[in-house]
């Protein structure tokens, strides 16, 4: 693949690092016109190119579902693993050790994560892989044609399925009580906020879990639908107006004194958050349940950056790699010399 | 008495299990090692930290011979619930050493019985710590032993030094019982039964370990740089040998790390990780058992049918399900081959002693690499856990091979024209890229759904019948890297002995005694990997009847011999056993006896 071309005078719009948008592009979508999945995937195009992420420095991983069928539509230049069903996680963490440089995008679906992924969901954020971990959720099973997922809500109808009677499983609130550094919900029909949180998401040194309601057009999109578009935009509550300061970067907007936290992230970007109807602090673990359990009860779609520590040492800086990626290495720094093994023959009795 | 039996016995201690009697039991072994005659221990052990009976098995040869043997020359009982069954597992003529606490009858005047006075040493002894007696106590046996069979105390010594890694106050405090049994043993026990040991110089510049310990190490002269496992027997040790010796072996000046091990939530997470290392260009492997490995499988079918380099030890232990956990076998052998659903067919290695774990652990990732593909190496418990003398571990003899890797220069040079799975050397191994390259054109999106030449999906289906065609070619270029077969010959044979792995010493054991006791001369083939050496084929055509012993119900590996050269089925005989305990001679002198009318 070519560079972009920068020919003087030409309007052709870059980013920081010389790339233009379509760089980020990926394959043609082949899922369903107006799936919630297809508007995910444009903001991760558009906070990629705007982050000035180059897309070498990304490997994508995802599950099996429509869903995970999405990073073959963004960045064709970035690597991608797409796995086995459920077994998403596992595949990244075992991956991020190749370059410790590289940023991990993973896409997986309510189903993926929820219903058979559930132990590796909990596991990978446990170990704070450094992973942005999209769930694109639909309450549904789209590529098998409309089952209950694990994360449909009680009296939910679904024309082959009857009425779902169990619990729904909440992921913000399980990613929580596993430990994640970084928790945020919100709504493919809110692209600015996606697409915000995405940034903030791929600065955040560990494990990003993004909630992303994504409206399965073809199975569950009925009005009264929990997951469906009508429900999502008549219903989000966004807890605050959040944007994105990339590192070196002045803030700009005005907002008058209280009305705006400010969280710096590991590589020193920030995220602004603006006060809306409520105070809201999301690096407290107890105020993120105690809205979560309030935004159920009142039956709104709460949206926004739930929780965060942006502190926590991730996975890789646990184990302490050297500079050069692991990928990188060669015989001389893999193999013993030659003289230890006497030293190792001297250690058996 | 009758005429001294020296250096050719075995020796069976029946203990609690969590009673602490491995240090006696390995205590026994080593001195005998270091007394330079030919020796094997295999722990006989049930799934269970407390209480159970377990067995350890000591076996001395003078002439190499140290399979285990069903027979028992010595027998130590430790434990009064195996009292009736050891002292009936004494050999006529055989010694009984019991315990004295235990108060139960001897039945038997066939046998030569002695007392442990346990109790009594352990009285006097008033410097151990109360919570220590138990574990110490098992040290009487072994002086009481040292002293009827003509242990040397100073090898006794080197081995409680080397376990206890140089502490003196555990050494001190174990030899000290140990020499204080012996002089009760040389003052109270009336020897009367006929076996000793000598010292000899078999052994000289042997080592001993545990073939778990040895692919552990072998497989950090191979490189590893990351291992996910999840902790299960007999797969267990292995993992925890590599986290052992990782960083002795890999230190660095500045204390970072070239590896990562990680112990995962489960065996799917544990091959998932180690497929996603291998996909990222690192040397990946899992290590497990029989009930891990069938959680492994679609991962398996994903990274044979995606060509992802990944290295899988299965330590196999007796199934189905959790069957004996801690009993050996070889019953893995046909699910591992073609593990995965759909068209696979899976690379095995078969190492069969401690230094072919060893080498069979570097080597396996030049296989993986070279070929990229998952490469499976099948070891069992009783090789894995048990302790075997061995040949030092010798280093690599070849550098490694990285396989067909393109960097950003290589790109370069390509204008970037590559495609992830085209076969350009017509070999069937394609050029694969690792993400972290910089070049535009390196990235390939990998699936295990249908993707045709340049990794783009397809679900063309000539495209899926190219690429599995091409994924055999591959599978047949293995040949060149699996270790040949071991044959060894006997001028005259007639027949054909064919086995695999932890056998080794039993079949050649029971070829001496078919030539000596039966005057029948056979030829050996110990198979070391699939798919099968050109030499293979060969040995079956010129003799007339192959037996194939192997531990399992069904003749696993006769059942492949037969599926690759059917046109050899008259010269094939399966010979398939698994009681989950380690073969023995007897078994195949047996089985060949009947089938050969003598
Ligand atoms: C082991 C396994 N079981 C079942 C399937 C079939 N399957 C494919 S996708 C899917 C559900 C996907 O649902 P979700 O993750 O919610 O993704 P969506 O299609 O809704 O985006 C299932 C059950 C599979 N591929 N693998
Ligand atoms: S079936 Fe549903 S989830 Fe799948 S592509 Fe169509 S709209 Fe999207
Ligand atoms: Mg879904």
Redesign the pocket.
Known sequence: MAEPLQMAGSKIKVNRIGLQKTDYRGNLTTLCQGCG?NSISNQIIAACYEANILPEDVVKFS???????SPSYFLSRSFGFNS???RMPSVATGALFGNKYLHGIGV??????T???MGQFKHVIRRNVPLVYII?????????KG?F?A?AEVGLNLKYQGVNSYMPIDIPKEALIAGASFIARSFAGDPKQVKELLKAALSHRGIAILDII?P?VT?NNSDEAYHSYAWGREHEVAIHDLSYVPPSEEITVDYAEGEFKEVTLHDGSKILLKKLEREYDPTSRVDAMRVLEESDNSESLLTGLIYIDPDRPDLIEQHNLVDEPLNRLNESDLRPAADTIDMINNLMF | MSEKIVNDFSITIGTVNGSGSQTANNTILRSLFKMGIPVSGKNIFPSNIQGLSTWYTIRVNKDGFTARRDAHEIVICMNSNSFSQDLANVLPGGAFFYTDSIKLDITRDDIEVYRLPVKDIMREQKDVPKQLKDLVANMVYVGVLAQSIGIDLEQIRTALDYHFKGKQKPIDLNFKVIEKSVEWAKGNLEKTDPYFVKPMNKNDGLIMTDGNTAAAIGSIYGGVQFMGWYPITPGSSLAEGIIEYLPILRKREDGKHTYAVIQAEDELAAIGMAIGAGFSGLRAMTATSGPGLSLMT?FAGLAYYAEVPVVIWDVQRVGPSTGLPTRTSQGDLTFTHYIGHGDTEQIILLPGNANECFEFGWRAFDIAENLQSPVFVLSDLDLGMNQWMAKPFEYPNEPMDRGKVLWEEDLEKLNGDWGRYRDVDNDGIPYRTVPGNKHPASAYFLRGTGHDENGNLTEDSATWTRMLDRIKKKYYKAVEFIPAPIIEKKKGAKIGIIAMGSTELAVREARHQLETEANIKSDSMRIRGIPFAEDVPKFIESHEQNYVFEMNRDGQLYQLLLGEYPHLADHLISEAFNDGLPATAQWILDSILIKEKI
Do not use: A
Not at chain 1, 63 to 69: E, L, R, Y
Not at chain 1, 136 to 144: A, K, P
């Open positions: 999945h599950g099996i579902g429509c869903s995970s069928k086995l069903h459920g997986s679906g309510d189903g993926d994560t219903n058979i992924g694109e959720n639909n309450g549904v099973y789209g590529l098998t089952q997922s994360t994504s399965c199975f | 679609e």
